[in-house]
T-cell receptor, first 112, second 114 residues
Framework: DGGITQSPKYLFRKEGQNVTLSCEQNLNHDAMYWYRQDPGQGLRLIYYSQIVNDFQKGDIAEGYSVSREKKESFPLTVTSAQKNPTAFYLC???????????FGPGTRLLVL | AQTVTQSQPEMSVQEAETVTLSCTYDTSESDYYLFWYKQPPSRQMILVIRQEAYKQQNATENRFSVNFQKAAKSFSLKISDSQLGDAAMYFCAYRIFGNEKLTFGTGTRLTIIP
C-alpha cells in the first residue's frame, strides 16, 4: 500500500534530550513537510523540503532540525533548544510544491 | 499576512441532515487554492475537497460541496446526508499559487447526533 508512515506513535522526551521523529513515504513524492499542532490551533509549518538535500524553514523552525538524504525520508529532530515541545507532529508530502499535501498519522510528543 | 478564520469552534447536526461549516480568509492575492481537511479521532488529516480560486464553479465530492465566494473571501463546506463517520475536526486551509505554505484555520469540531 502506498502511503505516509510516521513513527513512533507516542514519544516521550526528557529535559535536555534530543529526539527524532521519523517520516517515510512510498508515494514517490518530491516534497515533504513537517507541521506542529497544538490544542485549539491549526497546523503550523516547521520545515519543508522540495528535493533531496534541500530544505527550508517554515514559520516555527527554532528548536528543530531536519535532513533529507533520501527522497522517501524526512526525519525531524526536536532539540533541547525547543522549550515547549509537547504537541502533535504531522508529516505531509506532495508531488511537487504546488500540489495537494497528504498527511501521515502523526506522532504525539510528550515531555517527562 | 494571510489568515484563515473559522468562527464556529463546534457544530452539531442530526444524522442524515445537512450542515454547513464556515471559513473566511484574508489575502491580497488573486491566485490561490483553498482546502478542507478532516481530522477524525485517529488525528490523521484527510483531504476532503479542494478549490482553485480561478474556477468559478464550486467543487463537489460526493456528499461534500463548497460555496466559494471570492469577492467575500468566503469558503464554506456543506455536508449533505450527514453520517456518523463524518464526526471530526474540520480545518479550512489556504495556499497561494506558487507557494508551498499551507495556512490553516483553528478548526471546527463537528458532532453527529444519531
Amino acid at each position: 500500500d502506498g502511503g505516509i508512515t510516521q513513527s513512533p506513535k507516542y514519544l516521550f522526551r526528557k529535559e535536555g534530550q534530543n529526539v527524532t521523529l521519523s517520516c517515510e513515504q512510498n508515494l514517490n513524492h518530491d516534497a515533504m513537510y513537517w507541521y506542529r499542532q497544538d490544542p485549539g490551533q491549526g497546523l503550523r509549518l516547521i520545515y519543508y523540503s522540495q528535493i533531496v538535500n534541500d530544505f527550508q524553514k517554515g514559520d516555527i523552525a527554532e528548536g528543530y532540525s531536519v535532513s533529507r538524504e533520501k527522497k522517501e525520508s524526512f526525519p525531524l529532530t526536536v532539540t533541547s533548544a525547543q522549550k515547549n515541545p509537547t504537541a502533535f507532529y504531522l508529516c505531509a508530502s506532495s508531488w511537487g510544491k504546488l500540489e495537494t499535501q497528504y498527511f501521515g498519522p502523526g506522532t504525539r510528543l510528550l515531555v517527562l | 499576512a494571510q489568515t484563515v478564520t473559522q468562527s464556529q469552534p463546534e457544530m452539531s447536526v442530526q444524522e442524515a441532515e445537512t450542515v454547513t461549516l464556515s471559513c473566511t480568509y484574508d489575502t491580497s492575492e488573486s491566485d490561490y487554492y483553498l482546502f478542507w481537511y478532516k481530522q477524525p479521532p485517529s488525528r490523521q488529516m484527510i483531504l476532503v475537497i479542494r478549490q482553485e480560486a480561478y474556477k468559478q464553479q464550486n467543487a463537489t465530492e460526493n456528499r461534500f460541496s463548497v460555496n466559494f465566494q471570492k469577492a467575500a473571501k468566503s469558503f464554506s463546506l456543506k455536508i449533505s446526508d450527514s453520517q456518523l463517520g463524518d464526526a471530526a475536526m474540520y480545518f479550512c486551509a489556504y495556499r497561494i499559487f506558487g507557494n508551498e505554505k499551507l495556512t490553516f484555520g483553528t478548526g471546527t469540531r463537528l458532532t453527529i447526533i444519531p
